[in-house]
């Protein structure tokens, strides 16, 4: 079978023929149909995370798929494969077949199509995740906010998969939102309902500073600039951090945060997985039903090299999902 692996950290995956794997007790083989591109991958790929594979090894943190072989599962189950390790512990879902415990997947409800469900999972909890159990969305008296029409929530990316789920769950509880993009050509991306502002309009992104209304930023993008984004929190507010698209560090002016009294939390799906896994049966049915909306861009295995640069550049329409059979 085809897979992508890992060869040496840091560097791009190749695509490689390898022994089909073969399931062993409690193990169920599966056809995966869509495996997502994500951040996270990447991160694991650098070789700089916490917990490392051995090389060579197949990323590919989520994905879904069919069941081919299970003494659970009966043979074209349509099921979702995530966590426990898979794609940094156990092969990951960029490969035609992937075997895993069964623990690892979950049915994929009627409705949803296999694309969707190989990525609607992280944006889904995460956004639930980073306004609810992080920014404890509608209840933060420190700033004024004792409910969530109070709530002016600021996210950051607001064109990407979290971000722009991020928007549309703010909106659906009732806040204010406003979506921050890098460029023009990105405001189109937004869902509807939030008050866009491109960072290519100097003079609306320096009132943001001059007079900061957000009680909530949600911050998807990181980077050196993260530390003046904190200006846009009114004194009193907060601001959730999620990730670090355009750096992993940033720096502190100290005396100028403790002024700004904006109080910086970390979201952690890791260990906050049990909250989203809570709602996202809820959230799911939602997407289902065309109430909410993951945008999302496809990818043969031959175009991955490419497909990632745009991914780590910020070119993606949405999420990216790899189709290891195509
Ligand atoms: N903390 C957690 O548990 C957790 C969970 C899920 C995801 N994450 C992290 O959250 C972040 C966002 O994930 P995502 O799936 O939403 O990613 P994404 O859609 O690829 O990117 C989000 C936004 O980041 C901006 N961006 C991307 N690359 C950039 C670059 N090179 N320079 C400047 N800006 C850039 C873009 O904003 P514009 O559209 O405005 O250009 C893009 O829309 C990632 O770092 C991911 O690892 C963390």
Redesign the pocket.
């Known amino acids: 079978m085809k897979a992508l692996r890992i060869h040496a950290w840091g560097e791009a995956p190749r695509l490689d023929e390898v022994e089909a794997p073969q399931p062993g007790p409690g193990e169920a083989l599966v056809e995966v149909a869509a495996a997502s591109l994500?951040?996270?991958d990447l991160?694991v790929a650098s070789g700089e995370f916490g917990i490392s594979p051995e090389l060579p090894y197949v990323p590919g943190v989520e994905g879904a798929g069919t069941v081919v072989e299970s003494d659970v599962l009966a043979p074209g189950t349509r099921v979702s494969i995530r966590g426990r390790g898979v794609g940094i512990a156990t092969p990951g879902t960029w490969a035609e077949l992937v075997v895993v415990s069964h623990d690892v997947l979950t049915e994929i409800p009627d409705g949803l199509d296999l694309d969707l469900a190989a990525v609607a999972y992280?944006?889904l909890t995460?956004a639930h995740v980073s306004l609810h159990g992080v920014g404890r969305l509608g209840t933060w008296p420190d700033t004024g906010v004792d409910a969530v029409g109070d709530e002016v929530v600021l996210v950051t990316?607001?064109?990407?998969?979290?971000?722009s789920m991020v928007v549309q769950l703010a909106l659906r509880a009732g806040a204010r939102v406003i979506a921050?993009?890098?460029?023009d050509e990105?405001t189109a991306?937004v869902p509807k309902g939030a008050e866009v502002v491109s960072m290519q309009d100097p003079a609306r992104a320096s009132e943001l500073a001059a007079s900061p209304v957000a009680t909530l930023v949600v911050d998807?993008?990181?980077?050196a600039r993260l530390a003046e984004r904190l200006a846009w929190v009114r004194p009193g507010g907060r601001f959730a951090v999620?990730?670090?698209?355009?750096g992993t560090s940033a720096t502190l002016d100290l005396p100028n945060w403790l002024l700004g009294d904006v109080a910086v939390l970390p979201?952690?799906?890791?260990r906050r997985a049990g909250e989203g896994n809570a709602v996202v049966d809820e959230l799911t049915a939602l997407l289902v039903a065309g109430e909410l909306a993951v945008t999302f861009e496809t990818f043969a295995m031959s175009e991955v090299e490419g497909a990632l640069r745009r991914?780590?550049?910020?070119q993606?329409r949405?999420?990216a999902v790899l189709h290891p059979s195509a």
Request: no cysteine.
């Open positions: 994500s951040h996270f991160t992280d944006p995460t990316g607001a064109a990407g998969g979290v971000g921050l993009v890098s460029s990105r991306l998807t993008v990181g980077g999620v990730g670090y698209t355009a979201v952690n799906l890791l991914l780590v550049a910020g993606v949405g999420k």
